[in-house]
């Protein structure tokens, strides 16, 4: 099973961004995912999760009301939609994958098993 994600730029405060996260091989509908961001400087955070039927997701506190996760089974395909970007958004976003059919979401980075390559996000002021 491989991640990719896609999607990032370089956008103005205010303006919105979409990424996405493809997996190939596995069985996508049985994963968790979540989405991460690292800024300069900082340790990795969470941002977001999803369960494995969409039905369930939970967001970090400082994206809540603005990102929107989301995904597409059929097409193996998890989003992040990015509203309101503000500056202190700016980070290498990374999509993760997580295998244990854990019933409630997890924001942890030790959880994830599988992670794909980020995708820069810079937001300027």
């Known amino acids: 099973v491989q991640l990719q994600a896609s999607g990032g730029g370089l956008v103005q405060a205010g303006g919105s961004l979409r990424l996405s996260c493809v997996a190939s091989?596995?069985?996508?509908?049985?994963?968790?995912m979540g989405w991460f961001r690292q800024a300069p400087g900082k340790e990795r955070e969470f941002v977001a999760t999803i369960s494995r039927s969409g039905g369930t997701t939970y967001y970090a506190d400082s994206v809540k009301g603005r990102f929107a996760i989301s995904r597409d089974n059929a097409k193996n395909m998890s989003y992040l939609q990015m509203n309101s970007l503000k500056p202190e958004d700016t980070a290498v976003y990374s999509c993760?994958?997580?295998?244990?059919?854990?019933?409630?979401?997890?924001?942890?980075?030790?959880?994830?098993?599988?992670w794909g390559q980020g995708t820069q996000v810079t937001v300027s002021s």
């Open positions: 993760a994958a997580d295998f244990n059919p854990r019933k409630i979401l997890s924001k942890m980075l030790v959880d994830y098993d599988l």
């Open positions: 091989g596995g069985t996508f509908n049985t994963y968790n």
